[in-house]
T-cell receptor, first 116, second 114 residues
């Protein structure tokens, strides 16, 4: 079965510093990978996805992610963190095709805290 | 274009009552997914439906939980005889047919069982 792992429950970073939120994956076949963000008491918002092509994927709000096949990783990055980036971040992988849908399996989430 | 609409946003039930959560997918989307988020935990897949069909219910508890997506109207997640352990946020997501795209999530329905 497809799975992703987020090894850090929480990441703390100072505003203005670069941030990285880690994700590793385990899939059979080519991975379809996603990052989502969740603010308190809200739904999940899509940030970016990797399907194929360039290993560096750019997404919303200045976020980007680097796909590394040899390390089976898909880390989320941002060059300069903002306090408003503080939220819960989820990595996800698309499950094997069933009925043509896009069932995603999510990691356990990483709480990002950006401090002044 | 309205996003995924879920209601109610908050629902309080006493043990033994029934909870019904509704989800209207984005316009043009024919696939609906339900996820559950327990406090301090990630999202767990429950069920994937298309119109009038359950495609994958591998994440649904065997008892008390059911889901439907009728030809007309919203998708419904139904929990019978709720227990305190059912207290969670239930999220609905939708996607269009085919493709390799992302899921679009609603704001969730937060169920509290007293």
């Amino acid at each position: 079965a497809q799975s992703v792992a987020q090894p850090e429950d929480q990441v703390n970073v100072a505003e203005g510093n670069p941030l990285t939120v880690k994700c590793t994956y385990s899939v059979s076949g080519n991975p379809y990978l996603f990052w989502y963000v969740q603010y308190p008491n809200r739904g999940l918002q899509f940030l970016l996805k990797y399907i194929t092509g360039d290993n560096l994927v750019k997404g919303s709000y200045g976020f980007e992610a680097e796909f590394n096949k040899s390390q089976t990783s898909f880390h989320l990055k941002k060059p300069s963190a903002l306090v408003s980036d503080s939220a819960l971040y989820f990595c996800a992988v698309r499950d094997m095709l069933t009925g043509g849908g896009n069932k995603l399996t999510f990691g356990t989430g990483t709480q990002l805290k950006v401090e002044l | 274009n309205a996003g995924v609409m879920q209601n109610p946003r908050h629902l309080v039930r006493r043990r033994g009552q029934e909870a019904r959560l509704r989800c209207s997918p984005m316009k043009g989307h024919s696939h609906v997914y339900w996820y559950r988020q327990l406090p301090e935990e990630g999202l767990k897949f429950m069920v994937y439906l298309q119109k009038e069909n359950i495609i994958d219910e591998s994440g649904m508890p065997k008892e008390r939980f059911s889901a439907e997506f009728p030809k007309e109207g919203p998708s419904i997640l139904r929990i019978q005889q709720v227990v305190r352990g059912d207290s969670a946020a239930y999220f609905c997501a939708s996607s269009p047919s085919g493709g390799a795209g992302e899921l679009f999530f609603g704001e969730g329905s937060r169920l509290t069982v007293l």
